[in-house]
């Protein structure tokens, strides 16, 4: 029983970093880059253990995301959820590609994502459309391999299963 709290807790304590660094301030020039590590979290988790970590947690970590960004409630759970899908549907193939494969799979999820966010900013409250907004899709395939490596270590050091 305590091993499976411990185990849930470890992996609240994960997006609870990836939302803090999602919110971290930056420089101008170089905050239109800043990755989306909530959703990069997910996916790991996701496709690491999809018993455990579902769009039920998409949709958490979405409403989190829009709380902390200030954002219309309910467009990061919905785009969180939708992309959620295809990462719990296929985690199995997903799981035997390489990280560089993964990190191609991750740049597409998170470009996916952040245009539904825009298509629901620009038909809601009239948004302009600015390319430097899909370049986190690019920053976050970068970062990929060393989130996915690093909760690796992680989820093999706490037991998580």
Avoid: C
């Avoid at 170089?30 to 989306?36: H, L, T």
């Avoid at 390319?131 to 986190?136: D, E, N």
């Amino acid at each position: 029983m305590l091993g499976r709290i411990l185990q849930r807790t470890i992996i609240l304590i994960t997006f609870v970093l990836a939302l803090i660094l999602a919110v971290m301030p930056m420089s101008l020039a170089i905050a239109p880059w800043r990755p989306e590590w909530p959703l990069l979290v997910l996916v790991y988790w996701i496709i690491a253990l999809p018993h455990r970590v579902n769009i039920g947690y998409a949709a958490g970590v979405g409403l989190a995301v829009d709380v902390l960004l200030g954002s219309t409630l309910g467009f990061h759970t919905a785009a969180y959820a939708i992309v959620a899908y295809p990462a719990a549907r296929y985690y199995s193939r997903i799981r035997n590609f390489s990280l560089s494969q993964q990190a191609l799979l991750v740049m597409v999820l998170v470009f996916v994502a952040r245009a539904i966010v825009y298509i629901f900013e620009h038909y809601l409250n009239n948004a302009p459309l600015m390319w430097h907004y899909f370049w986190p899709a690019l920053s976050s395939a970068l970062f990929w391999p060393w989130v996915f490596l690093m909760l690796r270590k992680v989820r093999r050091k706490f037991l998580v299963r």
